[in-house]
């Protein structure tokens, strides 16, 4: 798991970031369900607390995100629906002109045009899976494949960040997961940890992220979770120059 930053780390990686901008995020994976939707909701909204230009684009059929913020007294202003190609590749390709700081992609979870859009059209990609067996092998067999299709037909390096999400607050020992991931040159494994929390979903009932639900309980550990996820891909953007 990664370790909380110091003052002084964030302060200079943030100053970092500003020369590297815009940094795209994908949330992908070959299934529905995974909690892309609640990841690329709540990241979206740590990104605006930290102070950045965010756009979140809903490529996901379903219109989770979009959905939830249709829910609340006061919407968003900075989440669009994206149902077809073109205006994905103009997004992407007027970012670094349009002012965007930071964008969120949600894809949804099957393979489709858009969806291999979304993970060509990204600085990092970033798969949420839980700790089971059958699904990180799935993950490592499938998907995997489907990265390294995309890679063949492009010529460029494609690989996506595994991240453990919804996993039981007590669990530990995640050894046997980052050797299967390490079987695959298009996996690379995510040091943050986002644990299976009641706040994730209650928060949702009104369209509020996590940040907005000091009541609820986790709120705090929900928090340093998702924003310890924004420093590593931070981190990550930064390190890739």
Same mark, same amino acid.
């Given at each position: 798991? *990664?370790?909380p930053?110091?003052?002084?780390k964030? #302060? *200079?990686?943030l100053?970092?970031l500003?020369s590297?901008? %815009?940094l795209?995020?994908? *949330?992908? $994976?070959?299934?529905?369900?995974v909690?892309k939707?609640?990841?690329?909701y709540?990241?979206t909204?740590a990104?605006?607390? *930290?102070?950045?230009?965010?756009?979140?684009?809903?490529?996901?059929i379903?219109n989770?995100?979009?959905?939830?913020?249709g829910?609340?007294?006061?919407p968003?202003?900075?989440?669009e629906k994206?149902?077809?190609?073109?205006?994905?590749?103009e997004?992407?390709?007027?970012?670094?002109?349009d002012?965007s @700081?930071?964008i969120?992609?949600d894809?949804g979870?099957f393979?489709?045009?858009?969806?291999?859009l #979304?993970?060509?059209?990204?600085?990092?990609?970033l798969? %949420?899976?839980?700790?089971?067996?059958?699904e990180?092998? #799935?993950?490592v067999q499938?998907?995997?494949q489907?990265?390294? @299709?995309?890679e063949?037909d492009?010529?460029?390096?494609v690989?996506?960040?595994?991240?453990?999400?919804r996993? $039981?607050l007590f669990?530990?020992?995640?050894?046997?997961?980052?050797?299967?991931?390490e079987e695959s040159?298009?996996?690379d494994?995510?040091?943050?940890?986002?644990?299976d929390?009641s706040i994730?979903?209650?928060s949702?009932i009104d369209g509020?992220?996590i940040?907005?639900?000091a009541e609820?309980k986790g709120?705090?550990? #929900?928090?340093?979770?998702?924003?310890?996820?924004?420093?590593e891909?931070?981190?990550?953007?930064?390190?890739k120059g």
């Amino acid at each position: 798991m *990664l370790e909380p930053l110091d003052k002084n780390k964030l #302060a *200079l990686l943030l100053k970092k970031l500003s020369s590297h901008f %815009p940094l795209i995020v994908n *949330l992908s $994976h070959q299934k529905g369900g995974v909690g892309k939707s609640t990841l690329a909701y709540n990241i979206t909204d740590a990104f605006r607390i *930290l102070g950045f230009k965010v756009r979140l684009l809903d490529v996901d059929i379903q219109n989770t995100c979009g959905g939830l913020n249709g829910l609340r007294e006061t919407p968003f202003d900075d989440i669009e629906k994206v149902a077809d190609e073109a205006r994905l590749i103009e997004l992407i390709n007027n970012s670094s002109t349009d002012g965007s @700081e930071i964008i969120i992609i949600d894809t949804g979870g099957f393979d489709s045009a858009l969806s291999r859009l #979304a993970i060509m059209g990204s600085d990092i990609n970033l798969t %949420p899976v839980s700790d089971k067996v059958t699904e990180v092998l #799935a993950v490592v067999q499938k998907y995997s494949q489907t990265l390294g @299709e995309i890679e063949t037909d492009t010529n460029t390096r494609v690989s996506s960040y595994v991240l453990l999400n919804r996993i $039981h607050l007590f669990a530990k020992h995640f050894e046997h997961i980052e050797e299967m991931i390490e079987e695959s040159s298009q996996m690379d494994m995510f040091r943050s940890i986002v644990r299976d929390r009641s706040i994730y979903d209650k928060s949702f009932i009104d369209g509020r992220t996590i940040f907005e639900a000091a009541e609820l309980k986790g709120h705090k550990e #929900a928090m340093d979770e998702i924003l310890s996820v924004c420093y590593e891909l931070i981190e990550i953007h930064v390190d890739k120059g």
